[in-house]
């Protein structure tokens, strides 16, 4: 393993980290929340939407999403933001940081596969807390309870088998 990768693996955060930061901060800005439902940003957004939390868009090709209010950037929120959950490549992390800082976020979230290093420490020493390559739902699902099998509770319980359709 190299010093990159040990130094990666520094943010992806402890289970007590981890489930204090989703138990403490209740209000999520999504920076790449999409409208379309099957990609990634909307699946975990509407899932941490419909744990109670508060999710707040950004994405200047939107007006709305999720029944909310979408925003340009972070600093048009009119509300204080706990975490900013980041759906955007690495090489577009450091004036989404910049705004995070300005606006007092708690914690900088970046999604799996969101790996930037310099971003991390920059925000870590801005005094956010930092959690890297981790996605938010499956955390949420996995320390509080919303995981089954396949990773996704449906809420559905049946005891019917399901019917294959052969050709």
């Not at 990768?5 to 930061?21: H, K, M, Q």
């Not at 940081?97 to 708690?106: H, P, R, S």
């Amino acid at each position: 393993m190299n010093a990159e990768t040990r130094a990666a693996e520094d943010y992806l955060g402890d289970i007590p980290t981890l489930r204090r930061i989703l138990g403490e901060m209740h209000t999520i800005a999504v920076v790449g929340l999409s409208q379309n439902w099957h990609r990634p940003s909307n699946f975990a957004a509407k899932y941490m939407q419909e744990h109670g939390y508060r999710i707040i868009p950004v994405n200047p090709m939107y007006d709305e999403v999720l029944g909310e209010t979408c925003y340009p950037n972070l600093s048009a929120i009119p509300e204080p933001v706990d975490i900013v959950d980041c759906f955007r490549k690495p090489a577009d992390l450091p004036p989404i940081l910049d705004e995070a800082i300005a606006i007092g976020a708690k914690c900088l979230w970046l999604q799996l596969g969101v790996i930037n290093l310099e971003v991390a420490a920059a925000a870590e020493a801005a005094g956010l807390e930092v959690v890297m390559d981790r996605c938010i739902k499956i955390e949420h699902a996995r320390l509080f309870g919303g995981l089954n099998f396949v990773g996704v509770n449906t809420r559905v319980i049946s005891s019917k088998r399901m019917k294959v359709i052969q050709n």
